[in-house]
């Protein structure tokens, strides 16, 4: 239940009593004293979720040390406590994430490392097949801080991010914003799509059959959000059939993917194993974020990432 960085953080807030969890047991013998919960999506659990529900009766806060949601939402959250994520965190990192998965597409890294596998030199298929950002139209499906931090990215490559917002509101250095239901439209003007949006709960895939059929012919797709997102089954198919030339899954439908999965062995495929948010701690970014949010919840203020937003 707990990052290896936990008690660094108990360890700087010593005016405040803490307890470390591992174990359920360990959560359920502390949780009805506690005044304030932190926790990881990844920890949220029916079990624990009941105990949440029936035991944390002194209960005021939880802060997740995530940005997703969607376990602990499906598990059941109480609702008389403030709840607060940690959505842009790791933003940067995960950015960098998924421009790599994009220039491994357009640079066609899946084919030349295969290549390289069995000593094949291929230089005119592959320079042929290549292709760059520059002047390419990139769509963000999702402008909060990942889908901003990669905008900002993108335009670095002189690629034209544009962006689908629930919000569907203009600026944040984008050259147009779509609202979800102008999704189709902006997904046909682009060459590259990113998926950064955060899961809704719905068990309907964002990017399904319909979407990736709106997608530009030889486009490439991008998911460093969530698995459930897109159809897999879909973006199998149009991959197979070869209307998208690739996609870079940070995130799958199951997790970890099965290894009888066809998204292992699809040619111009990269599958990393939800791994996007890796390379740096983020534990200073967490401490400022949650000593900023508990100055705010002892002064009886709104907390910044409050959920729902």
């Not at 199951?254 to 062995?265: A, F, H, I, K």
Request: one cysteine or more.
């Amino acid at each position: 239940m707990r990052e290896d960085w936990h008690p660094a953080l108990a360890a700087s807030f010593p005016e405040h009593e803490w307890a470390l969890s591992d174990r359920l047991e360990d959560f359920a013998h502390h949780i009805p004293d506690a005044d304030i919960l932190l926790i990881t999506n990844r920890a949220c659990t029916k079990e624990l979720g009941e105990i949440l529900r029936t035991r944390a009766s002194a209960l005021k806060w939880i802060h997740f040390l995530t940005a997703g949601m969607d376990n602990a939402i499906a598990m059941g959250l109480p609702t008389h406590v403030a709840i607060s994520h940690a959505a842009g965190v790791k933003a940067a990192s995960v950015a960098e994430h998924a421009l790599a998965l994009l220039l491994a597409l357009r640079r066609r890294l899946p084919d030349i490392l295969l290549d390289q596998r069995q000593h094949l030199w291929r230089r005119e298929d592959i320079s042929a097949a290549m292709g760059s950002l520059a002047g390419t139209t990139a769509c963000i499906v999702g402008l909060g801080h990942v889908g901003r931090e990669i905008a900002r990215k993108l335009r670095a490559f002189d690629a034209v991010p544009i962006a689908v917002s629930r919000a569907g509101v203009a600026g944040d250095g984008v050259a147009a914003v779509y609202s979800r239901i102008r999704l189709h439209e902006a997904l046909g003007l682009a060459d590259a799509v990113i998926i950064a949006t955060s899961a809704d709960g719905s068990r309907q895939a964002l990017i399904d059959g319909p979407a990736l059929a709106a997608m530009k012919p030889g486009a490439v797709l991008v998911n460093v959000a969530r698995g459930s997102l897109v159809d897999e089954g879909a973006l199998i198919d149009a991959l197979v059939s070869g209307r998208l030339a690739g996609a870079g899954l940070d995130v799958q439908q199951t997790e970890p993917l099965p290894p009888s999965s066809q998204l292992w062995d699809l040619p111009q495929m990269t599958v990393s194993p939800h791994s996007a948010g890796a390379g740096a701690s983020g534990y200073q970014e967490h401490r400022a974020l949650f000593a900023a949010n508990l100055e705010r919840f002892l002064g009886d203020r709104p907390l910044l990432n409050s959920w729902p937003g």
